[in-house]
């Protein structure tokens, strides 16, 4: 049982008080973290990092959550001794124990407490997170003059070292956090309370459970959920769900016929229904006519990071960093299969770009799945690297999407259950083929994969067989486009 509250777990209460509960009482019911979760963990530690250059001369407390104890004292004596900027300072009060990213001296001896994120801008989840350290800072008698959220600017653009001072952007929340402050001790009270119940709150699933963080007891609240549920429902809204579950209806198959669902709705129930499929042969065979032979399948991998790597970048801006290109000349011909994938030494960008431009030819249709995706990467290369623009020119306008005829509703499977990612669409359309089992089966994995590469985490051996796993990958993604591509043919012919 936690005999203090932390900042994490107090964001915890806010969101769902059985979270926090199961948190302190159950964590054996929480999953591994993925390497995918870690990764944004790292990430956010090297913002926190980065951001100790706006103000330069702090004293760190170093000893982590292990060393709590440690961390405390540590603090204590930085206080006592003079220090007028911190990092990671301790402190324990009202209930709650926090850990400060910064804490800057004024010259009147008042503090001014500043909050770091890795975001782009101010979020409402911020704010209570900042009142809770302010609330614990007053309690414990440290006079704070203001609160400042330092977050990402998202305008800034890397030419050479990253400067803090023009990475960083400071918003003053102060006012914000007073609003709040007598919420705080509030659910701080409250949170204590459940957490000396020896049973779990009584408290349903809902929009809480993945609003505003991700639950890890997912697993655990949703495990008398059927597989196929009324939560299942594409843009359903939470009051209609909980309409149905109060009715009695949690399988989507047992859905009335008269609740009130959209066309859209309605088409996946009456599939799941009746276990058919139902295509528009008219507007399969209009999509299929708008294709123009040579066509290029086309498929980036990219990496998003917070701080950018590459000058001319911007943070979270999406990098691709390989292409896979299947190139057919006629519907049904046997596609030729084209590769790229960058060093992960240097920027991939020039070398990604130089493949497009050789191997793609003057005509014919690109072809994507969720084709805005990859033709928003081709106007960013033209706009960064304005030499090659004119060589680029035209590529973004010449793509179509493949999962235009499912979005639209042209082809709706049972097996497609109301989805429509390319992820779902393949093994339901071409049986035998899937992801599964690929040592790299995702965009998250992939993206992960290569960053390992470019931070020197894999021994040569390693890197080699990543490289080799993710040109598997991309190169399914094109793939499962020409198969998907032959069955939608198929399926447009008169019957």
Known sequence: MAKRISKSQFM?????????????????????VDPGTQRLFDEGHAVDELSRGYYKGGRLVAFDHRQLQHALKHTAWLMENGAKLIYEGAFAAGGALIRCDMLKKNADSGWDLIEVKSSTDVREEHLPDAALQRYVLEEAGIKIKKVWLMHINREFVKQGAVDPKKFFRKKDITAETSAIMPAVKEDLGRFIEALCETGEPEISIGRHCSAPYECGFRAHCWKNVPEYSIYDIPRLSWEKKNTLKAMGIMNFRDVPETFDLNDAQKLY???????????DRAALSEFLESLKYPLYHLDFETLMPAIPLYDGSRPYQQIPFQASLHIQDAPGAEPRHLEYLGDPGGDPRPGLIAFLIKSIGPGGSLLAYNAAFEAARLKELAGDFPALKGALAGFAERMLDLMNPFQRQAYVDPQFRGRYSIKVILPALVPGMSYKGLAIGNGGAAQLAYCNMVYGKLNPAEAEQTRRDLKVYCGQDTMAMVKILEKLYAEAEPR
Do not use: A, F
């Open 12 to 32: 915890m209460g806010l969101q769902c008080l059985k979270r926090l509960w199961l948190y302190n009482c159950r964590k054996d019911l929480l999953p591994p």
């Open 269 to 279: 129930l009456r599939t799941e229904k009746s276990g058919r499929p139902v295509i």
